[in-house]
C-alpha cells in the first residue's frame, strides 16, 4: 500500500474520530439538559437549609443564582452553553464541580480514575484471559474426546450471560457479607487511600475483592467463553484444521497454532473495545460497592444535577471508546494478514 494511500486512510479515520467524539458529546450534552434538575437550585438548597445559614436578602439570593450560573457555565442560551461546554471537552476543563464546589472537575476526576482503572483493567483483562482459554480448550477437547463438563460450562455460560453485573454483585454480597462474612460490608472500612503500608494494602484488597468477583464471573463465563466457544467451532471445521488434523499433527499444536492464533485475531478486537470501554462499563458496581472511583462520582453528579462534572466523566468514557476504535482500524491489518487497508 502506497504512503498516499495509507496517509489518506488515517485522515479518514480521524474525521471519523472527530465526528464520532461530537455527536456522542451532542447526545450526552442534551440528555444531561433536560435532566429535570437545576445544579445551581441544589447548590442554593444546601445553603439555605445548612445550620450555620441565617437569613439572606432575596435580593441577594437571586444575585448569588446569577454568579453560580455564569461560573458553571448555565448562563445563556442552549447553543451558547453547548459551545462553552464543547470548548471545554477538547481542553478537558470543566470548571468547578458543583458536588464538592470550588473543586475542579479534573481534581475529581483525577483522584477517582486510578481505581476505576485499576478494577476494571484488571478484571477485563484476566476475564478475556480466562474466558478464551477455558472456551477453547474445553470445546477442542470436546470436538476430540467429548465430555461431560464442556456441557455443564457451557449450561453456565448461557445463564451468566444475561445477567448484569449489578445483579452477581448483589448475589455475591449476600452470600459472601451475610451469609458467611469472609468479606466486609459495602463501604465498611475506613476511608480508601494511596497510602503505601501493609494494612491499607490489604483493606484495598478486601474492598475490591468482591466487586472484581462480580464481573470476573459475568464476563469470564458469560461472553467472552460463549465467543470463543463459536470461534472454535468454526475454525475446527475450516479446510486448514482438517488438512493439519489429516496431516497426524499433535493435538497442542493444532490447538496451540491453528485454533488459538485464528481465535485470537478476532478476541484481540473485543478486548480493545472492552479496555476502551473501561470507563463506562460495571460503573454501577462501584456504586453497590461505595468504591471512590468514576462510577459513583458519575452517579453523584447525576442526582445533584451536576452537568460539569456529569459531561467530565461521560466525555472521559467517549473519548476512550473512540479512540480504541481508531487504535483498532488502524492496527487491525498487522494483527490479521488477511485484512488490509483500503
Do not use: C
Not at 459475568?218 to 460463549?226: D, E, H, K, L, R
Amino acid at each position: 500500500m502506497s504512503s498516499r494511500k495509507m496517509m489518506l486512510y488515517i485522515l479518514m479515520r480521524v474525521i471519523i474520530l472527530f465526528i464520532t467524539v461530537v455527536t456522542a458529546y451532542s447526545l450526552t450534552f442534551l440528555l444531561l439538559k433536560f435532566m429535570p434538575l437545576d445544579a445551581v437550585d441544589f447548590v442554593i438548597s444546601q445553603f439555605i437549609t445548612s445550620p450555620a445559614a441565617v437569613y439572606q436578602d432575596p435580593i441577594v439570593i437571586n444575585t448569588l443564582k446569577e454568579g453560580l450560573y455564569d461560573l458553571f457555565g448555565l448562563k445563556g442560551t442552549l447553543l451558547e452553553q453547548y459551545i462553552s461546554f464543547l470548548r471545554r471537552v477538547f481542553i478537558f476543563d470543566f470548571g468547578p464541580s458543583i458536588i464538592s464546589f470550588p473543586t475542579p472537575v479534573t481534581d475529581l476526576i483525577r483522584n477517582a480514575l486510578p481505581w476505576t482503572i485499576g478494577l476494571l483493567s484488571f478484571t477485563t483483562l484476566m476475564s478475556w484471559i480466562i474466558g478464551n482459554l477455558l472456551g477453547t480448550i474445553t470445546t477442542f477437547i470436546e470436538i476430540e474426546r467429548g465430555g461431560v463438563a464442556t456441557k455443564f460450562l457451557q449450561s453456565i455460560a448461557i445463564v451468566l450471560y444475561p445477567i448484569p453485573y449489578y445483579i452477581m454483585a448483589l448475589v455475591l454480597i449476600f452470600l459472601l457479607t451475610y451469609l458467611i462474612p469472609i468479606f466486609p460490608l459495602p463501604g465498611a472500612g475506613g476511608i480508601i487511600t494511596f497510602e503505601f503500608s501493609f494494612e491499607n494494602i490489604i483493606n484495598i484488597i478486601r474492598r475490591f475483592a468482591l466487586p472484581a468477583l462480580s464481573i470476573l464471573i459475568i464476563s469470564a463465563f458469560g461472553w467472552n467463553y460463549i465467543s470463543s466457544r463459536t470461534l472454535t467451532l468454526n475454525i475446527v471445521s475450516e479446510d486448514f484444521s482438517i488438512y493439519a488434523k489429516l496431516r497426524a499433527l499433535p493435538d497442542s499444536i493444532i490447538l496451540k497454532k491453528y485454533i488459538l492464533r485464528n481465535i485470537l485475531i478476532s478476541q484481540i478486537t473485543i478486548l480493545a473495545l472492552h479496555l476502551g470501554m473501561i470507563f463506562s462499563g460495571a460503573l454501577l458496581v462501584e456504586v453497590i460497592f461505595a468504591l471512590p472511583g468514576l462510577g459513583t462520582l458519575l452517579y453523584k453528579a447525576i442526582n445533584s444535577g451536576d452537568i460539569s462534572t456529569a459531561l467530565g466523566v461521560l466525555s472521559l468514557s467517549i473519548v476512550a471508546v473512540s479512540v480504541a476504535t481508531f487504535i483498532i482500524d488502524l492496527i487491525y491489518p498487522i494483527i490479521d494478514p488477511r485484512v488490509r487497508h483500503r
